[in-house]
């Protein structure tokens, strides 16, 4: 994983140039809070996320949420990134730590660049249908 200064989403796709970026993917970007980083003393971009936020509670957001980062890119919320196996690679324990607070998953329903700084405004919140 490595950091950048800014990003493009490509709507319904995913961040360009990241492996997850597929219209089938189910995890288009995974969004982190740093607060839940720092409870469990990891860096941005270790459990790799595709963007870590500050000042919102990520896992509060429930699926169908709409959060625009920037002046133009908006993701939907879709589920919770469950921490996996690959969590205890990092540091033993970690995935038992991250439990609850590794992340929302997500897909681009409108594409555009963000940069580090962007503010994070969340647009509505809408349950998916089932």
Do not use: W, Y
């Not at 980083?37 to 919102?56: F, R």
């Not at 709409?66 to 690679?89: H, K, N, Q, W, Y």
Request: overall charge negative.
């Amino acid at each position: 994983m490595r950091g950048v200064t800014t990003a493009k989403l490509v709507e319904g796709v995913g961040i360009d140039g990241d492996k997850h970026a597929s219209a089938a993917s189910k995890r288009q970007v995974l969004l982190a809070d740093k607060e839940a980083l720092d409870a469990v003393a990891v860096l941005p971009g270790t459990i790799k996320e595709n963007v870590t936020v500050e000042g919102v509670d990520v896992m509060r957001l429930p699926a169908g949420t709409r959060v625009r980062l920037g002046s133009s890119a908006v993701l939907e919320i879709t589920a919770i990134c469950e921490p996996c196996f690959r969590m205890d690679e990092i540091r033993d324990g970690l995935r038992a730590e991250l439990e609850g607070r590794r992340g929302m998953v997500s897909r681009v329903v409108q594409g555009g660049i963000i940069s580090v700084g962007d503010a994070i405004v969340i647009e509505r919140s809408e349950p998916l249908a089932s």
